[in-house]
């Protein structure tokens, strides 16, 4: 039985996973697919540093045309990240006919349709399952185990910094800025977070999602994102107040006329609904389909073996394919023409907080602009503060759309009643309009 040959790209935190999983279950693998599976090559930045696996220093190359140029190499497994440089490393990895499985989420949510193309020109596979959630096998779910039924819409927690941020200060009523450092000191949290706590890394996961989910060429531009820097304690408190938990999520929706839109904005769920006790690190996508209904897959959504798994379970995947002589087959271009909802297309429940002049009329003033939009009311708080002459309002509407919303807003920033507009966010109930 000839053995599989591996060279790889990177070996931080994932790349020491996949060499872990790979050396310590070789029999397991064998068994899968029915030949050893062999690294012959590791690409890295420095040969002498210490890792957190044992390497023999042969095995390791600072080239990487040792690997994209060795014939004998059959897979290329790409964990370094990066986007445009790693980007050449794949297309001629690819144009060298290996296979080619990646973790990389910036690379793949925005040049997925080209590397897709160029597998399939060459007969390659291209898998990236670990790009989304981590362990969870979200991405096989969706175009293998759901591949049957239409997907109508999905929202998921796939940010883990973001999650346990928003978890710990839901639960210990802590300060954003106070809890990000303790994320970075547990190493939860990069040193310069911005693409988690802005929603850009959730935004190109859900680039991903909604490509496969929807059948559907998604660009990353064509989602919406809100991060969580502006939430307070007080934002969560309220939330809590009117029976809701916080959490940054990915939403992904198509109606009967196959128009979608994706987001990625902190929204209020009910304290009920499974996605609300995803606490701390973990992710999970919740996926609605019209004929399996509700469905939920939850793990953790990073992290060395974890993500290694996913890693090794698509090499699995190239290899059993390899075997069978049916690689390059498994892309399936989109069937749907890319038809984005408009945002009187777009309905949801929203949570509102303001601060006000307590005088007469000034309730009055704030209904009548909801009126004049037919959007009513389905919880409303109302407390002085402890400034004279100023109270808080806190209400939930009904479904409303998103341009009549906006146009609320816009009126409600006008109103000489209004001192301030402290936030708005999402709130979901979870079905599937």
Known sequence: MKAISIGMLGLGTVGSGVVTIIENHQDKLMHQVGCPIKIKKILVNNINKPRAVEIPQELLTTNANEILEDPEIDVVIEVMGGVDHTKGYLLKALQQKKHVVTANKDLMAVYGTELHTVAAENGCDLFYEASVAGGIPILRSLVDGLASDRILKMMGIVNGTTNFILTKMTKQGAAYAEVLKEAQELGFAEADPTSDVGGLDAARKMTILA????????????????????????????????????????IASRDEDDKVEVSVQPTLLPENHPLASVNDEYNAVYVFGDAVGETMFYGPGAGSLPTATSVVSDLVGVIKNMRLGVNGRS??????????????????????????????????????????????????????????????????????????????????KDLPAVKEIKCSYRVERGERG
Not at 232 to 249: F, I, P, R, S, V
Not at 367 to 391: C, D, N, W, Y
């Open 211 to 250: 490509t496969l989910g929807f059948s559907m060429k998604v660009d990353l531009d064509d989602v919406k994102v809100q991060g969580i820097t502006q939430i307070t304690e007080d934002d969560l408190k309220y939330a809590k107040q009117l029976g809701y938990t916080m959490k940054l999520l990915g």
């Open 331 to 412: 892309a399936v271009t989109p069937q749907y023409p890319k038809k984005l909802k408009s945002a009187d297309e777009i309905f949801s429940k929203y949570f509102l907080r303001l601060h006000v002049y307590d005088e007469v009329g000034t309730f009055a003033d704030i209904t009548g602009i909801f009126s004049k939009h037919k959007v009513s009311f389905e919880k409303i708080l109302q407390m002085p503060l402890k400034r004279k002459e100023t109270a808080e309002i806190v209400l939930v509407t009904h479904h409303a759309s998103l341009k009549d919303y906006e146009e609320i807003l816009n009126e409600l």
